[in-house]
């Protein structure tokens, strides 16, 4: 019997079971070489139409599904991509992740991830571990610079996100952080707002970045900004440094947090201090995490655009493992935009410190 591209494999006579199909068989039933095959099933080349088609028949017709392993000894890959987060409990990063896993699903990777705990777990190490089990990695542009010295050094496929890292020719995905500050800054300056505060996390470079853009948005306006700090970013550092923020001699109209989970913490204390947020004080934070739409009132935020940053940051890694030279370096900028919910109120519409509560 002469075997062609439609005609299928039949099992051994007696046999129990069918046996599983090959490369070996696709390309015995397609009438081409292993090589043919496996550069096909993996796109690493495209051949002619007809040959294509003789392929693409030939693992429909034998049900041919490739062993993640033999394909990792043929192309030296794993079929694996990771992501780093800095901490998981934050849905900024489950949101990253999210973005991340839609087009490493449609390229038939698997997602790994790891957590650093905002540093408090060794990060070389775990790099250096993921890093053994996958093809490329997705890293926050605020590891350590031993950390990145060591992915610089590596031959690694890498794309930062949050931004650029300092000093570093490479491939990243991120928000301006210094112009989305200035636009959450326009807003609290056009509603009124002439006493702010920013509680930062020093933590991270780009909360510098925040505080300079909140200035800029207030230069001219005569307003008094003042810089606070937290330990970690989250709520509990939002409870913790609320009666500090808003109960000092000079209390303020608007608190601006580094991210969403502070802002959380920080307006949950108001109201507990007896504040009543907006009226006594608006509060506004970073990242838009769905946590923020649910409380009362709902949080002001900049939409950091954390879903399309894990896509587009994904996308350029698998380009990067494919070889595309333009994914190697540059910066893909993604634009943030200011949510305004119902914790910040111009100020106009209310007596400015009326009815506070000390």
Known sequence: ?????????????????????????VAQAAGVSTATV?????????????????????????????????????????????????????????????????????????????????????????LQALSRRVDGLIVSARLSDEARAWLGASDMPVVYYGGPPAQQDCSSVGIDNRAAAAMLGRHLRELGHRRLRYVGFSGARWSQERWLGLQQAFEGSGAELHRHDVNEASADEGERIASEVLLSADAPDAVVAYNDLIALGLLGQAQALGLAVPHDV????????????????????????????????????????????????????????VIVRGSTLGRPAVSRGEGRTR
Do not use: C, W
């Not at 699903?105 to 777990?121: P, Q, R, S, V």
């Open 1 to 25: 019997m002469t075997v062609n591209s439609r005609t299928p494999i039949a099992a051994p006579e007696g046999a129990g079971r069918r046996r599983a199909s090959t490369i070996r068989d």
């Open 38 to 126: 496996s550069k096909f099933l993996n796109g690493g080349q495209r051949f002619t139409r007809e040959v294509e088609e003789r392929v693409a028949q030939a693992v429909r017709d034998l049900g041919y599904s490739s062993n993640p392993m033999a394909r990792g000894m043929i192309t030296g890959r794993t079929g694996n991509v990771g992501i780093v987060v800095l901490d998981v409990r934050n849905p900024h990063f489950t949101s990253l992740i999210r973005g991340a896993s839609r087009p490493a699903a449609e390229a038939e990777l698997n997602l790994l991830f790891a957590d650093i705990a905002e540093g408090l777990a060794p990060e070389l190490p775990t």
């Open 282 to 337: 608006s509060i506004a934070g970073f990242d838009n995490i769905v946590y923020g739409r649910y409380t009362s009132p709902a949080l002001t935020t900049v939409d950091s655009g954390s879903e399309q940053t894990g896509e587009r940051a994904m996308r350029r890694l698998i380009a990067r493992i494919g070889g595309d030279p333009a994914a190697r370096s540059g910066h893909e900028l993604i634009a943030a935009r």
